[in-house]
DNA sequence: AATGAATGAGGTTTCATTCAT
DNA sequence: TATGAATGAAACCTCATTCAT
C-alpha cells in the first residue's frame, strides 16, 4: 500500500515516511547518552523521551547495548558520508586533507547528539560492544589513512601517528569547544595548517 | 628508567607510615574507575578491594563523587609534579615543550590507574564534580600555556590552539595506545616533531 | 452494628473485581504505618505484606510518602461519608453534633488500621506530604464548622475553639482507649454532653 | 571542691555549674526529637548538636532509647513542677483547675522542646520505653485527677472522662496552635470555660 | 570522657529485563 | 506493536552501635 520504507505501516497511514519507531529509539538513546553517558542513560528514561514505555522498547531492539550500537552506526554512517561528499572533488591532496577535517569536525560540534553521543562513550575494552563499535571507528578512520598516503611527506613521515594525531586532537575538541570562541572550520583549517606547513615547505 | 614516576609509593614522603586507609581507598577508587568507569563502578566493589565494608568507606569520603575528586587531586598533582620536574632544567624552548611531553606521556600511558581513572572519566558538564576537576585541570594545562609562550612562533601561530591540539592529541592516545607498537616518548617527540619542522625552520 | 463501616470491603462498589494491587497496597501500608509508624515502617515490610517485591511497589507509587498520602486519602474519605450519612437526617442542632461525634468514634476507634495510621502519623511540617495532607484534615474539619455554627450559643462561644477542643480530645483519645472500658458511641455522647450540660451548676 | 552537682568536675572547673554534658546531651536530643520524630532523628544529629561524636554520646547514655526516656523525664517534670506551683494557693476549685490548665498550656505550647519532643513522641505498645514513659504520664495526670475529684459536679459526671478530655484537648493543641491567633492562657481559661458554663441556653 | 574507624543490617529507590495480555 | 506489572539484583547511603586507643 504504502512504500516499503513506511515501517509503521499497520496504523493508517499518517505523514509520509515519518521517523519510524525505530529512528525515534535511536534518536532518543543519542540523547540520552549524550547527556548522561552510556551507563547513567537508562532504559525507561530513552523510552520515555521516545514516546513509549520500557518494555515497548524490547520490541524493537533487544538490549540497551543494541541501543549504543546502533547509535554508533548512525553517527559513523553519517560522518563517512560527509566525509566521503567533502572529498568527492579533484583537489590537490593537503586541500583534500583539509576538506576531510573540515566535513569532520562540523560533523562533530555541529550539535548532532549522535556524534555527542559517540564521542562521550568509547566503550571500554570489556564491553561487549566493543568490537562491533571498534570496526566501525576503524572502518571510518581508513578514509584518513588514505588521504594521508597521499600526502607528500617526508621519508621519516610517520603517517600512523600523523593520522593518530590529527584524529585525536580532533576528537578530543569536543572537550574544550565552545561555539562562542570557535568555529569547527577554523579548528580544522588550523590543525591542519599547523601540520602542513613545515613539511610542505 | 628513573624511579621518580613510580606512582605506587606514598609520594614525596610525607609521613613514613604505610598507605593510609583513605590512600587505599583513592587506589582502590581509581583502579575501579579505570576498569569499569565512574557510574559503572560501584561503593561496594571500591570498598571491598580496599579490604573493607562499603559502610567503612563514609568514614573517609562522604561520597562517591568525593572519591572521583580525590582520584583526580592525586592523579594531577603526579602528572603536574612530573612534567615540572621535567621542565625544571635550563633547555632551549622546543627541547623543554618535547620534555614536557614526554613526561606527560609517560605519566599517562606508564599504566599508573590514577591517570586512566582520570582519562576515562571526563566528568558530564552536569556533574556535581564537573567544576571541581575542571579547575584542576585547567590549572594542569596552564603548565603548557607558558611552554607555548616561549615558542619563537609566526605572528599568526594561534598559540591556544595550538595548546589544544597537542594536549588533545596527546590526551586522546590513552584510546589507541599500545605497548607493542609504541612507546610514550616516542609519540611525545614525534607528535611536537609535527609541530615543529615547518615553524623552527 | 451496621455494616457501613465495614472497612475491609472495596468500598462503595466501584469495581467487582478483587481489590486492586494498589488497594492491597494501600492496605499493606496502613498496617504498617499504624504498627510501626511512618518512619519505622520499611517500604519492603509494605510490599512483603501486600505479597510482592520491594521494587514492584513503585509500578503502583512512585515513593513511600506518597503511600502515605494515598492511605490518608482513604481514611478521610471514609470517615468523612461515615459522618456525611451520620447527619443527613433531621435532627435538632446538638443531636446532629452528637450524631457526628458518634460516626467520627466509631470510625476512629473501631479497630480500622486506616484510622489507626491517620492518627499515629501526624506529618511533621517538613515533611513533603505535609500540604497535602493538611488540606485533607481541614476539609473534613470544615464538617464540624458547620455544625458548630447551627449551634444555639451564646454571643461570647468561640465557635473555632471549640472545634478545636472537641475534635482534640476525640482525636487524642486514640491514646487512651480501651475497648474493655468504653465504648466509641458513650465517648462521643459524654464529650458532647460535657459541653452542652452546665457541669458548674 | 566543687559543688556536688557538678558532673564534670574531673576538667579544670571552668564556669559555675554550666550545663553538664548529660544535660547539654538531653536538650539536643529533645531538639531533634521535637523536630523529627524519635525514630527519624539519629544519634548522629543528636551528637552532632552538642557538639560531640556520635560514639563519644555513648559514653553518657547506652542507647538511643534512653535518651528518649531522659528526655520525658525531664520533660515531665518540668510540667509537673509548673502545674504543682500554679495549685500551691488556695483557690476555688473551678479556679484552681483552670490555673492548673494554664500552667500546662504556658508549658506545652510556649516554645520548650522538650515538651515539643514530649507530644510528638507517644511511644507505640511496642517500644521498649513505652512503660516506662506512660508511668511517667500516668502520675503527672493524676494531679488533674486530684483536681476534678474537687470539683462539684452533678452525680453522673463521669470524672474520667471529663479529665481525659480536658487533656486531650490540650494535648492535641500541639497541633494546631499558631502564637499568632491564640496565646496559652486563652486556650486554657477558655476550654475550662466550656465545661463549666453551659453552652445550650 | 572522647574519638576515629569500623561494621552488619537495612534504608529507599533504580536498574535492565521479562512476560502475559 | 505495545504495555502494565513484576522481579532480582544492585545502586548509594545511613543507621545504631562497638571497640581499641
Not at 540520552?32 to 520490541?59: D, K, P, W
Not at 560527509?82 to 566535513?103: F, K, M, N, S
Not at 566493543?130 to 600526502?151: G, P
Not at 584524529?167 to 570557535?182: E, N
Request: charged content about 25%; overall charge neutral; hydrophobic content about 40%.
Amino acid at each position: 500500500m504504502t512504500t516499503a520504507l513506511d515501517t509503521t505501516s499497520p496504523q493508517p497511514v499518517k505523514r509520509r515516511s515519518r521517523p519510524s519507531r525505530r529512528e525515534e529509539l535511536l534518536r532518543a538513546a543519542a540523547e540520552c547518552f549524550a547527556e548522561s553517558g552510556y551507563t547513567a542513560a537508562s532504559v525507561r528514561a530513552i523510552a520515555t523521551r521516545a514516546g513509549m514505555q520500557a518494555a515497548s522498547l524490547y520490541c524493537h531492539y533487544p538490549s540497551k547495548a543494541d541501543l549504543l550500537i546502533g547509535v554508533h552506526e548512525i553517527g559513523i554512517e553519517r560522518i563517512t558520508q560527509a566525509v566521503r561528499e567533502a572529498i568527492h572533488t579533484e583537489l590537490p591532496p593537503w586541500e583534500r586533507l583539509e576538506a576531510a577535517c573540515t566535513a569532520h569536525m562540523r560533523s562533530l560540534l555541529g550539535g548532532d547528539v549522535f556524534f555527542e553521543a559517540l564521542m562521550r562513550n568509547v566503550p571500554l575494552r570489556t564491553d561487549p560492544a566493543y568490537r562491533a563499535i571498534r570496526e566501525m571507528r576503524a572502518e571510518y578512520e581508513a578514509l584518513f589513512s588514505d588521504l594521508l598516503d597521499d600526502l607528500p611527506l617526508p621519508a621519516d613521515g610517520d603517517r600512523r601517528k600523523l593520522r593518530l594525531m590529527l584524529l585525536g586532537a580532533m576528537s578530543w575538541s569536543f572537550t574544550w569547544f565552545s561555539a562562542d570562541r570557535d568555529t569547527p572550520e577554523d579548528i580544522a583549517r588550523t590543525f591542519v595548517r599547523f601540520l602542513r606547513q613545515p613539511l610542505d615547505a
